[in-house]
């Protein structure tokens, strides 16, 4: 054989080893999602399920929001609950997707259902109720009544921080237990405050924000780069006086969706202000979090990686939504790990259109299944959520960068 020949062979083997390994590769065309179809359905779902709502909503005054699923009903929630901003979000991503103004008129008509809670300050779910609906409003559309509701909710949100803590209130309940509660949950709450900053030019909400993040970095995490789910602070000293759990397996458990939360709070927060130390926070979370010994080989979570049941246990939709959306934006930042957070990202959304979607048609409209909300108190076990359908479809924004 001459030595053309053999370049030739050896091309041709090259090239065989290099398509195999494409196709054992999670981009792979059999694993790569296709939003067209996706999307088409999500459309069918939310129509089913306003249609749902519709038909429910005049037995319930004051209940106006889909939650999820309580005995074959749709559960609906005040515009006081914090999951309340999902749905017009929801609404908001389908528009941005389908550019129809059809749901642009949905997605205003749910948002402004919401108003009033711009000057709720009995608790720190600002953010996931004004900037998961105003936000996207304001985004999809730049009208300015938008970004005022959004300014004012940021100005009630501040009322909650404390200076010698160095953090914001999250909750007020349970008094008899905790002096000043923050949970993990809490560091998505700080976009609201970075985006005021950003609308007024007052740098007040961006110093508050930071001394959060910076707070909840020194105090949430362990060693092995878990979180704790509730770290109670002594508000006259400033003190950690507690390390807790509410929603997770035990005080000293990983409980999944809060490590979510903490993944995308850092992310976001090494985007709006270019601080190394988030960056590198969120590096060793999603690191934490990809290798972990539990992590089902499909990236979906057991609702905490602690509970000794595992795998006869819930899982939890939402965690992994939320985790995949967080992993696509951190791509963008981590030179060294970007591929592999983008891979991660697009095999966990796969595997949630593939094997977690709801039937159209089925479980009064809403996207995903097997979400974990409470397990301790035995609420919203293995159910759908709105929070894991919000985030789910902003993960999939992600992969096309129809949003940041
Ligand atoms: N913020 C409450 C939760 O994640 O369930």
Request: charged content about 20%; aromatic content about 14%; glycine content about 6%.
């Amino acid at each position: 054989m001459d030595a053309f020949a053999i370049k030739i062979r050896y091309g041709l083997i090259h090239l065989v080893f290099i398509t195999v390994l494409f196709f054992l590769s999670s981009d792979a065309p059999s694993q790569r999602l296709n939003l067209k179809k996706i999307f088409r359905d999500v459309e069918q779902q939310t129509d089913v399920l306003i249609n749902s709502l519709n038909k429910q909503k005049k037995e319930n005054i004051g209940l106006m929001m889909p939650r999820t699923l309580e005995n074959g009903k749709l559960k609906l929630v005040k515009s006081s609950d914090w999951t309340s901003g999902f749905f017009p979000g929801v609404l908001w991503q389908i528009y941005l997707y389908s550019n129809k103004n059809f749901w642009k008129a949905r997605a205003d008509s749910f948002t402004r259902l919401l108003e009033e809670e711009k000057f709720n300050s009995r608790t720190h779910d600002m953010g996931f109720k004004i900037f998961c609906s105003y936000g996207n409003a304001y985004k999809a559309t730049s009208e300015k009544y938008y970004k005022d509701v959004i300014v004012q909710a940021a100005n009630t949100l501040t009322t909650r921080f404390n200076k010698k803590v160095g953090a914001i209130r999250s909750w007020d309940h349970s008094r008899d237990k905790w002096d000043f509660p923050v949970i993990i949950d809490n560091m998505m709450n700080l976009e609201l405050l970075f985006a005021a900053t950003k609308y007024t030019g007052d740098s007040t909400f961006y110093n508050i924000a930071v001394q959060h993040a910076n707070t909840t970095m020194r105090n949430h995490y362990r060693p092995d780069m878990s979180s704790y789910h509730v770290i109670d602070y002594d508000s006259l000293t400033g003190k950690v006086s507690k390390r807790n759990t509410h929603q997770g397996y035990s005080h000293e458990s990983s409980w999944a969706r809060g490590q979510a939360w903490g993944l995308y709070g850092f992310t976001m927060c090494y985007e709006e202000t270019g601080l190394q130390s988030y960056l590198a926070q969120a590096e060793a979370i999603a690191n934490y979090l990809i290798h972990h010994p539990k992590m089902p080989r499909d990236l979906i979570p057991y609702w905490d990686f602690d509970d000794p049941a595992i795998p006869h246990v819930s899982k939890d939709a939402s965690a992994a939504a939320v985790m995949a959306s967080a992993l696509l934006r951190l791509s963008t930042f981590s030179t060294k790990n970007g591929y592999l957070y983008k891979k991660t990202a697009n095999k966990i959304l796969y595997n949630l259109s593939k094997y977690y979607g709801s039937p159209v048609g089925e479980n009064m409209g809403f996207i995903l299944l097997h979400s974990t909300g409470h397990a301790p108190a035995k609420s919203e076990v293995d159910v759908p959520l709105n929070y894991a359908d919000y985030y789910y479809l902003e993960g999939l924004l992600r992969t096309k960068r129809i949003v940041k």
